[in-house]
């Protein structure tokens, strides 16, 4: 799960990493209540979407950037206008771009130098690591292509957590100068403990900067957490924006199905991640593009592939579908019997292979021959993903 920013700079301040001073709204009506806490003097207004890209990036209204510098708090409010309400065209959004729904505005401060620093979990070690350089503000991907020399990592036990001299590590290679080393020990403590603390997958600060008092801010914050530790953060899951997120993925996570909306045409309706990545393999194999990552779990319900169909066809993208199922606890006459259900339902006209093995399959396969509908099996995952390959084309 993301989140926006402004609750990335919220969260940085209860754990005690120092972020500029700064106020969100989302309404043109908020504007003068956001401003007023924070002092006269240039402000940065910076539009709310969970997307990269954004001072890059263009309004479909012809504004370009989605980050402003201002000189003043009466600029602010006219960029910020220009922003709210209005969809922002991103590297990373896509054409579609997403609509801004909250702009934030924040000091402007003094800059000396920028930095990037990042905490994720390695899965080659299975442990958290800190990777940090001193080129920030960049994308950290441009970096490693063009200058990985200027990136460092440092791994962390996590029996013991971060060390003293891991934290005298990161800030000698950071370059710091004794004045600011302090700040910045402080900072890199804090943050880790951000990290652990809330379950998060990835606490992106880009960039770490500066100032010529000797400050060191975290001016820019993402932050995304594993889903699977929310149950234990309530606090932190209210804070999900769903005006952000694919509605079919919404719709899926009230049926528990695990489902991610990708560019392609043909649907995949799989029990088990490994086995719905290896079916988006194979249609690529043979020539055809997936539409989903969509796995329905080791033990679905004729009620959740009802809506596992549903949910495909509200992507107007899809032009077939191929359902691979490997019947360990899964019965496939359930799923049989769910799948005939759903498309007597939906009125399903669309090509649709089905390849079913395990666990009552040859009970499933007599319960899809005896529907009467337009159904072709597949005799393997490799026949199946042919012929919904050739269907489609």
């Given at each position: 799960m993301n989140i926006h920013e402004y609750q990335a700079k919220a969260l940085c301040e209860k754990f005690g990493v120092p972020v500029p001073k700064g106020a969100a709204a989302t309404s043109v009506a908020d504007f003068p209540t956001a401003l007023a806490q924070l002092p006269e003097g240039p402000t940065m207004v910076k539009s709310q979407i969970h997307a990269g890209g954004r001072g890059k990036g263009t309004f479909t209204n012809g504004f370009k950037g989605g980050v402003k510098f201002c000189k003043t708090k009466a600029e602010a409010r006219e960029m910020a206008s220009a922003m709210l309400g209005n969809t922002l065209v991103t590297v990373q959004t896509?054409?579609?771009?997403?609509?801004?729904?909250?702009?934030?505005?924040?000091?402007?401060?003094?800059?000396?130098?920028?930095?990037?620093l990042a905490i994720l979990l390695d899965r080659r070690t299975s442990r958290p690591v800190i990777i940090a350089s001193t080129e920030g503000g960049v994308e950290i991907e441009k970096v490693a292509k063009e200058t990985p020399e200027k990136i460092f990592k440092v791994f962390i036990d996590p029996a013991y957590g971060l060390a003293d001299y891991q934290v005298r590590e990161l800030v000698f290679g950071l370059?710091?100068?004794?004045?600011?080393?302090?700040?910045?020990?402080?900072?890199?403590?804090?943050?880790?403990?951000?990290y652990w603390a809330t379950d998060a997958a990835m606490v992106e600060i880009n960039p770490l900067v500066t100032t010529p008092t000797g400050e060191v801010l975290a001016l820019d914050a993402k932050v995304s957490f594993d889903d699977n530790s929310l149950f234990r953060h309530p606090e932190i899951l209210s804070l999900r924006d769903l005006n952000e997120e694919d509605p079919k993925e919404i719709e899926?996570?009230?049926h528990e199905l695990n489902y991610i909306a990708l560019d392609g045409s043909i649907a995949c309706l799989v029990n088990g991640a490994g086995l719905a990545m290896a079916t988006m393999d194979i249609v690529k194999h043979f020539g055809g593009n997936p539409a989903n990552f969509l796995d329905v779990g080791g033990g679905a319900s004729k009620e959740q592939v009802v809506a596992a169909f549903k949910i495909i066809l509200g992507d107007?993208?899809?032009?077939?579908i191929l359902v691979n199922i490997f019947g360990g606890i899964?019965?496939?006459?359930v799923i049989a019997n769910g799948i005939v259900e759903a498309a007597k339902e939906v009125g399903l006209s669309l090509?649709?292979?089905?390849?079913?093995?395990?666990?009552?399959?040859?009970?499933?396969?007599?319960?899809?021959?005896?529907?009467?509908?337009?159904?072709?099996t597949g005799d393997s995952m490799a026949d199946a993903a042919q012929k919904i390959v050739k269907l489609v084309a």
């Open positions: 896509g054409p579609a771009g997403r609509k801004v729904q909250t702009v934030y505005f924040t000091v402007a401060n003094d800059i000396k130098k920028e930095y990037y370059g710091f100068n004794p004045a600011e080393a302090k700040n910045a020990s402080k900072l890199i403590r804090s943050l880790y403990a951000m899926a996570s009230k107007k993208n899809v032009k077939g899964m019965d496939c006459d090509p649709l292979v089905v390849r079913l093995e395990g666990n009552n399959s040859v009970a499933g396969k007599a319960t899809l021959s005896k529907s009467g509908l337009a159904i072709t």
